[in-house]
């Protein structure tokens, strides 16, 4: 039996205690509890054997960093992953207290437990056991972890910007992906980028009576609708001019691959999302429209009286929350500012609209022909007894721009959660075996870059 298996109640136990920090980055009232979560990762790695470890202030919340240098001539891998978690609510909705790990069956539910401080812990752990059994790694190892993901990552941004030498590697590891399937090994060469905004449109000084001044008066929410509806159609193209100009489709072996995948869409439509059936631009492929297609969402609309009962109010103020995902080769700031143009021509008369970006991060898309992944695929190939299926993910995690940007390193996405581990939302879970076996895929594909 190896170190791996006979030490899992250990790792259970301390993946346990990790998820019990409730270290909501969202929210400042948990600055004491984002700490706690970093000097825990700190501690960790300290008795995994790294050197070196410390805790980077700066402005926003503390990165930690840690490594092993020890294998002069063989390649260097930057780890990351983030301790800071999104907020829990709905409460009503989780079956046991999102801050008091549960077990039930071969599942452990908490926030955070797959997004991602399972797998920050897991990466740990593969370390460590290399450590405890043979008192060295088979390459050079470095730790780069953050608390800010949930927020934008603009600490860890600015830190890599800055190219410290002690950030120098061959390629980075990012355990925050999803395997496609149970059983199926998966290395996620795609993301999409974000941009995330807030609209704000105000008409009259303030709220009126819609007796006296309907039909004369400007309305904020009226107008918020209009311009919503004028940057995307009912089928889900979007309408802002220039918007899909630099969008690179995937190539004719990734549809086919994609193609192949096992897939049952009624399965994903009604049981995984709930919903009653699909949207998106007609023509195109799922997973094109998931993986490589941009996309504007609305995720909330505030104004107006929402109470019990009725007022009779036309708002003086509304407010639009609105985020765009990009592709490769979309930029951030370009697509920000066609999105500022669209919303100023669609503005109705009587009111000023205002677009405010509150956090950003450019997409990414990684050529998997390079040995850093081939070797991660045989790892998991190894661990999981199947082949490695490479797909892209829709979501998005800005540290890989930033990472290909300012390091000039391509990022590994070896992740092993599974699609209906309900990220952000109540029942956050991670399958046990996949956490099991992700610290053994990590170690062996340390071994695999070492020989």
């Not at 199926?184 to 993301?191: A, E, K, Q, S, Y």
């Not at 941009?195 to 400007?218: I, K, N, W």
């Not at 979309?330 to 066609?338: G, I, L, N, T, V």
Request: aromatic share 8%; with cysteine.
């Amino acid at each position: 039996m190896s170190y791996y298996q006979q030490h899992q109640a250990e790792f259970l136990e301390g993946l346990k205690t990790f998820l019990r920090i409730p270290s909501i980055s969202t929210l400042s009232e948990h600055k004491p509890d984002i700490r706690r979560a970093a000097e825990f990762a700190r501690n960790e790695l300290q008795s995994a054997g790294m050197t070196n470890v410390e805790l980077i202030e700066g402005k926003g919340n503390p990165l930690v960093y840690a490594e092993w240098l020890g294998a002069p001539g063989k390649p260097t891998i930057l780890f990351y992953g983030h301790y800071d978690v999104q907020p829990p609510d709905p409460l009503d909705e989780w079956k046991s207290p999102p801050f008091e790990p549960e077990v039930r069956g071969d599942n452990i539910y908490a926030r955070g437990a797959v997004d991602d401080k399972g797998q920050v812990y897991l990466q740990i752990k593969a370390v460590e056991g290399l450590m405890k059994t043979t008192g060295k790694l088979p390459v050079n190892v470095k730790f780069l972890l953050e608390g800010e993901e949930e927020t934008g990552g603009e600490h860890i941004e600015a830190y890599v910007r800055s190219k410290p030498p002690r950030l120098q590697a061959d390629a980075a590891v990012v355990c925050d992906t999803e395997m496609f399937a149970p059983e199926m090994p998966t290395i996620c060469v795609g993301l999409r980028g974000m941009v995330y905004y807030e609209l704000f449109v105000e008409g009259a000084s303030h709220d009126l009576h819609s007796g006296v001044y309907g039909g004369a008066a400007p309305n904020p929410i009226q107008a918020i609708a209009e311009i919503l509806c004028a940057l995307k159609d009912r089928e889900g193209h979007i309408l802002i001019p220039g918007f899909y100009d630099r969008v690179i489709p995937p190539s004719v072996k990734e549809r086919e691959a994609w193609a192949s995948l096992p897939f049952d869409e009624k399965e994903y439509t009604e049981k995984e999302m709930g919903a009653r059936e699909l949207v998106g631009e007609p023509g195109v492929p799922l997973f094109e429209r998931v993986w490589a297609r941009p996309t504007l969402e609305v995720h909330g609309i505030r104004g107006g009286f929402t109470g019990e009962g009725a007022k009779t109010v036309i708002p003086a103020r509304a407010t639009a929350k609105i985020s765009t995902r990009l592709v490769a080769d979309q930029r951030p700031d370009e697509a920000a500012d066609q999105l500022r143009a669209a919303v100023k021509a669609a503005c109705p008369k009587g009111v000023i609209a205002e677009v405010k970006v509150l956090h950003s991060g450019a997409p990414s898309l990684t050529n998997p022909d390079n040995p850093f992944i081939h070797a991660a695929a045989a790892a998991m190939k190894e661990v999981f007894g199947r082949d490695t299926v490479y797909i892209r993910s829709g979501g998005s995690i800005p540290i890989v721009g930033v990472f290909d940007r300012y390091l000039g390193i391509p990022s590994v996405m070896m992740g092993f959660g599974l699609p209906d581990d309900n990220l952000h939302a109540p029942n956050e879970k991670f399958h046990l075996p996949n956490f099991y076996r992700g610290i053994e895929a990590v170690a062996r594909y340390l071994e695999i870059l070492g020989e």
